[in-house]
Structure formats: C-alpha cells, structure tokens
C-alpha cells in the first residue's frame, strides 16, 4: 500500500513568485493536513481538509491557501513568497486524526 | 504558540543505554502522541496514549501520561543507532472538533555507537 507521497521533493523560487505543493493521501483517508517545519524549530499547523472542505486553519496569512480535490489528493497554494517561507513542509493524512496522523517525506521550500 | 513543548530539547547518550524525554502542555487533552523524524524527512507515529490511560508501552518505548500536571514522558530503552533523531509530542484537544494536532518543537537525540 502505498503511503503519503508529496510533489516535488525541492522547490526553489525566489521572492515574490508563487508556488504550488501537491499530496496524495493514503488510499482510504479523507483527511489532509499541511504543516509548515522551519529550520530547527516544531511543526506549525497551516491547513486541514476533509471530504473537500477546509475544517481548520492556523495562523497563517491568506497568501496560504489550498483545496482538497473528490480524490482527496490536495495542493498547498503560497502566493507571493517571502524569504521566510522557506521551510519544509510537510503533508499527513488520516482517516480519524484521533488515531494518528501518516506523514509525506515533504517538500523542501527554498526562497532566494 | 505551540500547545506542547518537549524538555530536554537536545539530548546525547550512549548505544545500550535509556533515554528519557519530556513533553507538557496547556489545555485538556483527548489524546496524546508522539512522533520520530528522521533526518528532516517525514514523521513516524510511534505512540498514542489516551487521557484515561497512565501509561503505555510498545516494543522498546515506555509512554506514561500525568493529566493533573498536563506531562508525559518518552522512555526508549536499549538505545541503538538507528533511534537517533528528533521526537515530537503531539496533542489532540478535547471537547472539540478541532481535530488538529499542535506538536512541540521536538527533542533531538543523538545515540553514540
């Protein structure tokens, strides 16, 4: 079975552009949920999906948005980068989150 | 902010010994979790312990859980190469439909061979 898969491994834009991160759940799981892992520090909570409606969302500002697709794959949309949007960020999904989350291998952010 | 925060935040042994890290949080709890990552990549979930639970092992991991000090502790023992990386407690609020998990900002352990 296949697990949580994330494209592309690495991105590089530079500032000011847009870039677009794409996740593909566990087969059977209709939760999606983004984090966002800066250099060295914990997992911030950007965004939660489940059966295509966005449920949650952390404090975050608006130029990070994504969908949830019928197939319950999902993008993370980041409009308008900033150098400090470099970071890893990683994809999980789950089909009850009150048993644990299954996380992608991320992708690595590089703003220049 | 971060609702968990896992003490020590860095930590070294030696192989065959234990290792021991801590996690408190702020709010009410429906379960508690804890997380392995590797090398920057992706988390493994390794443990969950509900707040009605004291305590909870799985193969060389001892979790205990303190809802009156809002605590928990990790204990790996035997430790061996392969256990080096960082792990992250993880918290699911209770009462609500915020199914999200707040994670702390990790403890990086470091097995010498």
């Known amino acids: 079975e296949a697990g949580v898969t994330q494209s592309p491994t690495h991105l590089i834009k530079t500032r000011g552009q847009q870039a677009t991160l794409r996740c593909s759940p566990i087969?059977?799981?209709?939760?999606v949920y983004w984090y966002q892992q800066a250099l060295g520090l914990g997992l911030q909570f950007l965004l939660w999906?489940?059966?295509?409606?966005?449920?949650n969302r952390g404090n975050f500002p608006p130029r990070f948005s994504g969908r949830q697709f019928p197939n319950y794959s999902s993008e993370l949309n980041v409009n308008a980068l900033e150098l400090e949007d470099s970071a890893l960020y990683l994809c999980a999904s789950s089909w009850d989150a009150l048993a644990g989350l299954y996380f992608g291998a991320g992708t690595r952010l590089s703003v220049l | 902010s971060q609702q968990g925060e896992e003490d020590p935040q860095a930590l070294s042994i030696q192989e065959g010994e234990n290792a021991t890290m801590n996690c408190s949080y702020k709010t009410s709890i429906n379960n508690l979790q804890w997380y392995r990552q590797n090398s920057g990549r992706g988390l493994v979930h390794l443990i969950l312990i509900r707040s009605n639970e004291r305590e909870k092992h799985s193969g060389r991991l001892r979790v205990t859980l303190d809802t009156s000090k809002k605590s928990s502790s990790l204990l790996i023992t035997a430790s061996r190469a392969a256990d080096t990386a960082s792990y992250f407690c993880?918290?699911?609020?209770?009462?609500?439909?915020?199914?999200?998990?707040?994670f702390g900002a990790g403890t990086t352990v470091t097995v010498r061979a």
């Open positions: 087969s059977g799981h209709t939760s």
């Open positions: 993880a918290t699911v609020g209770r009462g609500s439909n915020d199914y999200k998990l707040s």
């Open positions: 999906y489940d059966e295509g409606e966005e449920r």
